[in-house]
Structures are given as structure tokens and as C-alpha cells.
């Protein structure tokens, strides 16, 4: 069978070839099918020059295009513009559809350039090679659709994907596309039911990811008798803690949970996590040991944190006192359980009730003194991540804050929402129940107090010019950190500012009971107590930590929980700035709750960890 090229190539060559054009037109000879669906077929073929080499090329065929030819044309001419993805040769439209002529890439599958298992540091680069290709393509509103082995081709400097599917292109209202076609061992669970989503294509990537570091079919790394994967008992090297992260984000079946686009995973791959002397210590433990290594303050050194000995800062007032080198007691605790619950953006802590807010705006409950399941709160749900929770003290309602725009009140008792809150523009960011007021903050700068009674607006703090990152009271002064660098002090009663302070940029924030003192962890990994109206300078509590993200205070006031970017959840003493307690945790603390008993905290491994302090 013999095809005339198109009109796209022709317009470029008919100066050239002149009068001999009717005589001597190129034309495309089909070599063999290369595959067939319901909206078009792929076909290698040959294109003939007279005078000229011949050139392989691939022809894809769209029975029925959903755009006109010079569109679709412009486009997969932008789309083939980058290097490590075929270019658009010629375009052409006849009765029988539309055509297309890409270039074709003779260079072999990677797994037979390099067979597999590769190294986990091959892997990682190869995803970091890939990555960017499918965030071009999605930039388009393309999804591939078929990501395999036998897709992605070894050139002399990176990997080509091919093979790339035209036939549809995502509309900007439309959430899902038909799913035609694909390999089903590398097929994500909603291609398997008809749909694709740009995510589609990650866990695709994620499987062949997998296939490189085991050299086993996706089928082969699968338990139907326990529903898990159990790849990573499979994988010879030991991989680093954020590359084995990344795969098992890839891979979740939920689409809540999973990756949304490629620039999320290239931002947690190319994320460094340090090893710390517990991890290192851990893998010497025996298989029972307590998960805790409680330090002494001759240890802390060995941790890089350094503290500001005999302040007394962090006390009830006239209860503090001096205490030397090496006094202070190690803390013991005790893991309760660790909840699988995706990325865990807030916490709240009341009783044994723990109230759990997500990145996709779910809101969770687990009342663990009895021992009782996860479960969803009932009702319309928030639409993004949560950014906030907190119990009012008094009834149990729970109110959770999120960047969808939305405060909601939810009834415990019944588990279901009772009352949602919105206002033009609003970015919550943080909570504090300080009756009569329900305090909120905002990206936009401003902390706004509604009546907790009526559900209205009473009152707006307008100071800071930058987004609040955090808020803390003691339900008559409320402290807050922003991004303009200042710590702001104010008077509820009063609803007036009292002071402002210049701060190193941070986002953890605690308050004293006293409401004298503002305990502020900076992205420096420094902890700084301010004496609130005395002073113009802070006391340092430590510092070389990794950035401090959560800072929680037990209502004594004796203990204070730390979070940070690192793999380390520590307890500090505030009478002598002593490190009592460092828990292991996953990688990057998010959140924690705390309430001098109990301690919990949420990382980016997905996971919350409770913990109950302990005399063993």
C-alpha cells in the first residue's frame, strides 16, 4: 500500500522540486502494523524521496480526530520539540481520517540496553530523567496512557518514551479520559475500569521502576493473597528512605493518595534525608527493643543540639529553678500504634480523642484508649488539604480549617458535619478556640475572631503583611508568626495589637499558659523564647536542629514537644533546655499533638505515630 505524503511536508518542498512535482511526488510504503485500537491504528513505514535515503517513519492513524488537522498539527509539532520524545515529521487529512508522521526511534527497549535489576541509584536518575518528559506532555492535557518497557527506548544520552497517545486530550473541565489500549501488567487501577488521569501515567512509571530494580513482572511483585505489594522484599540493595517513599506513593491504588503530577515527585526525590545516629543505632537493636532512645544531657552532643543551660523560661512562673549538667531525667515512651493514614497535613488531640486532617481534605477520628478503628467524618468533605484543627474545650465540636477557603464545625457526637464557614478570598491557615471566639488565620495576613455562639465575623487583626503561618492562646492573649518576619502579640479581650517583634523566618509557634512567653522554632533549626513586653532580644532553648516545622507545649508547660525536617521527634525539658526524649520517626515531622502523656506526630512517610509516656 502506498500513501502521497501530506500537505505539511509538500508546502516545505515545492520550490524545491519544482515542475517534477506530480512526476516525482514522495510518498509513504507501509512496512507492517505496529498496533490497532478503537480510535486509530499505528503503522511503520517507509518514506521515499526520489533522489533521496529512504526515512523509517511512524504513521499514526485517527479515524476520527476531535480538533481540525493545522490544530492538532501545531501542537504535536510543540509537543515532538522535546528531545527525548519522537518529532512530528508530516501531517495529512484524507477521507479515511487524519495522519500522522512521527519519527522513528530505532534504539532499543532499556531493558534490553541494560538489563535489569539496576541499581537503586540508577533508578532514581532514570526517574529524574523521565519525570520531566511527562510533565511536557501533561502540560499539553496529553496523558501517554501505555508507559512499558518496550516504550521507553535507550538513546546515547537519556531515555526516549514512544509510542505517545493523540487520539484524545484531557478538556480543562473534563477529569477523566476513555481508556483505550495499554499493557495491563503496567496499567494503573482506574485505566483497568476505563479511565485515565495524568496520574495514570506516574503509577505506569512506578511499575517500571519496580521491573528495573527486581528484573520481575508487575504480576510477579503483587501478593492477591495478602492485597500488598511486596516488591520491597525483592529489591537486593537496601534503598534510600525517600526513593522507597517515592515508589510506594507512586503505587497506591487510591487516587487520594497517590501523586497528582510529575513535579510533586521530582520535589520529593531530589529531597535530602540526613541519617541520623538513631537510625544508624537502630539496626543494631533487637527486634523488641522500645522504638525510644532517650538521651541524657551528655548525649544531646552527639546530636548537634546544643542548649541554653538553667533557663527557666519555659515554667510556670516562681516554680523555676537551676538544673545542672546531667541531671535532667531521660523520658521514656512507649509506641501505641502507627496509622497508615496518607500524608497527615494537622493534628488535634482531646482526652484519647485524635482528630487527623489530610492533604486531601479528609478528616479522621480514631479514639484510641478503646482501641477503635479510623473513620471519615460524615458530610460534605473539604475539597483540599487540611490546614488546621481544634476542639472547642467546652462540647465536642471539632473545627477544621483548609486551603479550600472553608472553616467547618463538625459534631462528634453524631461524626458529621454541622455547619460550614466561608468568606471572598479566604485562605485559612490556622485555628485557636478562645471563647467567645473562634480565632482564624489567613494567607493573606489577616487573623479574623468570629463569635463562636452566632458563627459571625466580629472582628479583624489586619497587621501582618504576609501569609500567618502559625497561631497560638491562652484564650486571652493570642501570639502569631507570619512570613513578614514579625511575631505579633495581641489582647482578645481588648482586640488590639500589644507588640511586634522581628523573628528569623519560622512556622512553629507555642504560647505559655502565662501568656508571657512565645516559643518560636525557625527554619534555621533554632528554638528561641520570648519574654512577651520585656524584651527586645529571645533566650535560645537550642539549636542545630534540621528546620523546626511543629512545636507542641504539655499543659504544665514542663515539656516541649519538637518536630522538624529530620527523622527525629524530640522532648525537651524547659526548666533546664535538657534533650529528654528523641522518638524515632519517619522522615519529616508535619505535625504533632501533644498533651504531656500522650504524644502524637504525622510525617512524610504517611504515617502518625502515637505515643504513651512510659517508666520502662
Known amino acids: 500500500q502506498v500513501w502521497p505524503s501530506g500537505q505539511a511536508w509538500l508546502s516545505g518542498q515545492l520550490m524545491a522540486i519544482g515542475a517534477n512535482i506530480i512526476v516525482n511526488q514522495p510518498r509513504y510504503e507501509i512496512l507492517e502494523p505496529l498496533g490497532k485500537g478503537q480510535n486509530g491504528q499505528t503503522i511503520l513505514a517507509r518514506l521515499v524521496v526520489p533522489g533521496k535515503p529512504l526515512t523509517t517513519v511512524v504513521i499514526k492513524q485517527l479515524y476520527a480526530s476531535q480538533e481540525p488537522l493545522d490544530v492538532l498539527t501545531k501542537r504535536l509539532q510543540s509537543v515532538g520539540q522535546h528531545p527525548q520524545l519522537p518529532s512530528l515529521i508530516d501531517g495529512w487529512q484524507t477521507p479515511k481520517g487524519q495522519f500522522f508522521a512521527f519519527e522513528h526511534i530505532s534504539a532499543r527497549p532499556i531493558t534490553e540496553s541494560e538489563a535489569p535489576p539496576w541499581s537503586p541509584a540508577q533508578v532514581k536518575d532514570w526517574l529524574l530523567s523521565l ?266 465540636t471539632l473545627y477544621s480549617a483548609s486551603s479550600d477557603g472553608t472553616v467547618k464545625l463538625w459534631d462528634l457526637p453524631h461524626g458529621e458535619l454541622a455547619q460550614t464557614l466561608s468568606q471572598p478570598g479566604w485562605q485559612p491557615t490556622g485555628l485557636a478556640v478562645a471563647p467567645p471566639y473562634l480565632v482564624v488565620s489567613d494567607g493573606t495576613g489577616h487573623i479574623d475572631l468570629w463569635d463562636l455562639e452566632r458563627l459571625t465575623p466580629s472582628h479583624r487583626f489586619n497587621q501582618h503583611q504576609d501569609w500567618v503561618s502559625a497561631i497560638a492562646t491562652n484564650g486571652q492573649r493570642l501570639v502569631s508568626i507570619s512570613r513578614d518576619r514579625t511575631l505579633r502579640l495581641w489582647s482578645l479581650p481588648d482586640r488590639q495589637l500589644i507588640d511586634t517583634l522581628s523573628v528569623r523566618p519560622s512556622r512553629a509557634l507555642a504560647l505559655h499558659p502565662s501568656g508571657n512567653y512565645a516559643i518560636v522554632g525557625n527554619e534555621q533549626g533554632q528554638i528561641d523564647v520570648w519574654s512577651l513586653g520585656q524584651a527586645a532580644t529571645p533566650e535560645p532553648l537550642c539549636s542545630g536542629l534540621d528546620g523546626i516545622t511543629a512545636l507542641a507545649l504539655s499543659p504544665d508547660a514542663r515539656l516541649l514537644a519538637v518536630g522538624t525536617e529530620g527523622n527525629a521527634l524530640r522532648v525537651y525539658e524547659g526548666a533546664s533546655g535538657d534533650c529528654v526524649s528523641a522518638l524515632a520517626q519517619g522522615w519529616g515531622v508535619i505535625a504533632i499533638a501533644f498533651n504531656g502523656q500522650t504524644l502524637v506526630s504525622s510525617s512524610q512517610d504517611e504515617t502518625v505515630t502515637i505515643w504513651q509516656k512510659s517508666s520502662q
Open 131 to 396: 519525570l520531566p518528559v511527562l510533565e511536557h506532555i501533561h502540560s499539553f492535557r496529553l496523558i501517554h496512557g501505555d508507559i512499558r518497557p518496550d516504550n521507553i527506548r535507550q538513546g546515547q544520552q537519556s531515555s526516549i518514551l514512544i509510542d505517545l497517545r493523540i487520539t484524545q486530550r484531557l478538556g480543562k473541565l473534563q477529569t477523566a479520559l476513555d481508556a483505550t489500549g495499554g499493557d495491563a501488567a503496567y496499567a494503573a487501577p482506574e485505566q483497568t475500569l476505563g479511565q485515565l488521569v495524568y496520574a495514570s501515567d506516574l503509577y505506569s512509571l512506578g511499575l517500571v521502576a519496580i521491573h528495573l530494580l527486581t528484573g520481575l513482572s508487575p504480576f510477579d511483585v503483587y501478593s492477591v493473597a495478602d492485597n500488598r505489594w511486596v516488591w520491597p522484599d525483592l529489591v537486593a540493595e537496601t534503598l534510600p528512605q525517600n526513593l522507597s517513599r517515592v515508589l510506594n506513593k507512586l503505587l497506591e491504588r487510591s487516587l487520594e493518595n497517590r501523586y497528582s503530577n510529575a513535579a510533586q515527585v521530582i520535589s520529593d526525590l531530589k529531597k535530602s534525608v540526613p541519617l541520623s545516629l538513631f537510625d544508624k543505632a537502630r539496626s543494631f537493636l533487637p527486634a523488641k527493643a522500645s522504638l525510644s532512645i532517650p538521651l541524657g544531657a551528655k548525649t544531646r552532643s552527639a546530636l548537634s543540639v546544643t542548649a541554653a543551660e538553667g533557663q527557666s523560661k519555659l515554667v510556670a512562673e516562681g516554680q523555676s529553678k537551676l538544673v545542672t549538667e546531667g541531671q535532667s531525667k531521660p523520658i521514656h515512651w512507649q509506641p501505641l500504634c502507627q496509622l497508615q493514614t496518607g500524608i497527615t497535613t494537622a493534628l488535634a488531640l482531646q482526652n484519647t480523642i485524635l482528630a487527623m486532617g489530610t492533604s486531601s481534605g479528609a478528616v479522621l477520628i480514631c479514639d484510641f484508649a478503646k482501641g477503635e478503628e479510623v473513620y471519615s467524618l460524615k458530610g460534605r468533605r473539604h475539597r483540599d488539604r487540611i490546614t488546621a484543627l481544634a476542639f472547642h474545650p467546652q462540647n465536642r
